[in-house]
């Protein structure tokens, strides 16, 4: 196994997540671009603000109990989620699920995520939501279960606004069995939270009573002058929230197909 690694790193040379060219997972470049959301923010969904604040006018939807990302969904945090999304660069979703869980999510049960549409999945081969939530699961020692299916397609959400969003969402979602008190759920990217809602609103129906969501990245439109700089224990771990093996686009995690 060694030396097809060593083989393969030769084929498939590790580079960076986020312009693909510098040394992997990111260059200094693209290190120095990263966005952090820290404190003083909304304590109910980590939106940055002025002064810390229990809630904010872009927290997600009720049924959500809070939200965290730890990066704006800018530069290279961007660039690395769309080449996990749509190249296949597997260990991206490992070092960015070490981001996750150094957010400190709430203690919960199971970990689930947003599943994606039977279309979408059958173009990608993959549930990129799935991959983070395997990754966050290993990190917090927690059990990942797929809790939810996905009932209705719908049309893509990212030209719609928050209120369209919530309506074209609702209903979209169906656990598939009991989900346990306390949910944490996975995806990997929070715009309006309305997708994350109707997920939220389906695993309560099961009996969930907490249904807390992690992201990757978020969305957020107005942003600080001087956005606070990379946290010193992530920038120093973040390497080795990397797998050793590197990321390889089109090649799949050992004894992890496809599905």
């Given at each position: 196994m060694a030396s097809l690694s060593a083989a393969l790193d030769v084929v498939f040379p590790r580079r960076c997540a986020g312009c693909g060219d510098g040394p992997w997972p990111f260059c200094s470049e693209c290190r120095a671009a990263l966005?952090?959301?820290?404190?003083?923010?909304?304590?109910?969904?980590?939106?940055?603000?002025?002064?810390?604040?229990?809630?904010?006018?872009?927290?997600?939807p009720?049924?959500?109990?809070s939200a965290r990302a730890p990066f704006r969904y800018e530069g290279p945090v961007k660039a690395a989620i769309h080449r996990l999304k749509f190249t296949g660069w597997r260990d991206v979703a490992s070092a960015l699920a070490f981001a996750m869980v150094a957010t400190?999510?709430?203690?919960a049960?199971?970990?689930?995520?947003?599943?994606?549409?039977?279309?979408?999945?059958?173009?990608?081969?993959?549930?990129q939501a799935r991959a983070l939530a395997v990754g966050v699961g290993r990190e917090l020692g927690i059990p990942v279960d797929r809790l939810l299916r996905r009932v209705i397609s719908g049309s893509p959400?990212?030209?719609?606004?928050?209120?369209?969003?919530?309506?074209a969402m609702q209903g979209a979602f169906a656990p598939l069995r009991p989900a346990p008190p306390r949910v944490?759920?996975?995806?990997?990217?929070?715009?309006?939270?309305?997708?994350?809602?109707?997920?939220?609103?389906?695993l309560r129906s099961a009996g969930a009573r907490e249904v807390h969501l992690t992201a990757s990245a978020r969305s957020v439109s107005r942003w600080p002058a001087r956005p606070p700089p990379l946290p010193?224990?992530?920038?120093?771990?973040?390497?080795h929230a990397y797998p050793q093996t590197g990321s390889r686009p089109g090649l799949w995690l050992p004894g992890d197909h496809p599905r």
């Amino acid at each position: 196994m060694a030396s097809l690694s060593a083989a393969l790193d030769v084929v498939f040379p590790r580079r960076c997540a986020g312009c693909g060219d510098g040394p992997w997972p990111f260059c200094s470049e693209c290190r120095a671009a990263l966005e952090p959301l820290e404190p003083p923010w909304c304590e109910r969904c980590g939106r940055p603000s002025a002064l810390p604040v229990p809630r904010c006018r872009d927290c997600p939807p009720e049924p959500l109990s809070s939200a965290r990302a730890p990066f704006r969904y800018e530069g290279p945090v961007k660039a690395a989620i769309h080449r996990l999304k749509f190249t296949g660069w597997r260990d991206v979703a490992s070092a960015l699920a070490f981001a996750m869980v150094a957010t400190r999510p709430p203690q919960a049960d199971v970990v689930t995520w947003v599943p994606l549409a039977r279309r979408r999945l059958a173009e990608r081969g993959y549930d990129q939501a799935r991959a983070l939530a395997v990754g966050v699961g290993r990190e917090l020692g927690i059990p990942v279960d797929r809790l939810l299916r996905r009932v209705i397609s719908g049309s893509p959400q990212a030209r719609r606004r928050g209120a369209e969003r919530r309506r074209a969402m609702q209903g979209a979602f169906a656990p598939l069995r009991p989900a346990p008190p306390r949910v944490l759920l996975v995806d990997d990217v929070l715009t309006t939270g309305a997708t994350a809602a109707a997920c939220a609103e389906a695993l309560r129906s099961a009996g969930a009573r907490e249904v807390h969501l992690t992201a990757s990245a978020r969305s957020v439109s107005r942003w600080p002058a001087r956005p606070p700089p990379l946290p010193a224990a992530l920038h120093e771990r973040l390497d080795h929230a990397y797998p050793q093996t590197g990321s390889r686009p089109g090649l799949w995690l050992p004894g992890d197909h496809p599905r």
